[in-house]
């Protein structure tokens, strides 16, 4: 990535290192804490991959743990910003992550996940077209599971991250319910689903496979012997 490249847009990742038991364990229970961590590992690959094709975008990635910036680093374009997600919960970590790229000059910033590897490009640039728009401050991509896959803002909104019941199926009724008392206004995305199961897998695959770039996507390399295999009936997802 050039150096001249814009920070006004800045796209924030977060991402954990892909350690067996403590990355997609939910799916790890069903289909194997090793094959759920080479899963997260290609998740996070092909969202890095995608994110990369953004123009005029700064990318940055929070990462956990802080001992994981070395392999973080190396998968990062140049000129990214990588920093170690802090704080002692949820909402105070993606609260820092907003801070840090807001000090590093990002004046609009969305942050995404790394749990939807199929989310569209168009969902990440529409969330930055509707930050070009003064009305609007923050903006909210639903997910299917009743949390959210993504979240734009111009400043940094503290208050957004405190009183959230993190991982549960209110997380997004709760932020809209916070946004509302800030008295902030909001603007919202098609909704999108989040892969935490293993009956979200062929779902994933089928996105997958249409898409143009299915050719270089680490999931479907990683998804297609596992959904092959006999396996998968004892999985429940088929």
Known sequence: M?????????????????????????LGATIGYD??????????CDTLR????????????????????????????????????QGAD????????FTQAALAGATRMVLIGTDSPSLPLRNIEQAFAHLADPAIDVVL?????GGWYLMGLRTPQPALFQEIAWSTEIVYAQTVRRIKACGL??????????????????????????????????????????LASQE??????G
């Open 90 to 97: 949820f909402g105070l970590r993606l609260n820092h992550a």
């Open 185 to 226: 206004a909001l603007a919202t995305l098609p909704a999108w689903y989040d892969v935490d199961t293993a009956a979200d897998l062929p779902h994933l695959a089928a996105d997958l496979a249409a898409r143009a770039d299915a050719a270089e996507s680490a999931t479907l390399r990683v998804l297609a012997p596992l």
């Open 141 to 145: 991509g639903p997910c299917t599971d």
């Open 35 to 44: 094959q759920a961590a080479q899963l997260y590992h290609a998740f996070t």
């Open 232 to 237: 998968h009936s004892r999985w429940k997802i």
């Open 50 to 85: 995608v994110a990369a094709t953004l123009g005029a975008t700064r990318l940055a990635l929070a990462h956990w743990p802080a001992e994981a910036a070395a392999h973080f680093r190396r998968a990062m374009p140049q000129g990214a910003l990588v920093f170690a997600q």
């Open 2 to 26: 050039p150096h001249h490249h814009s920070i006004e847009r800045t796209l924030l990742i977060v991402a954990k290192e892909p350690r067996p038991g403590q990355v997609k364990t939910r």
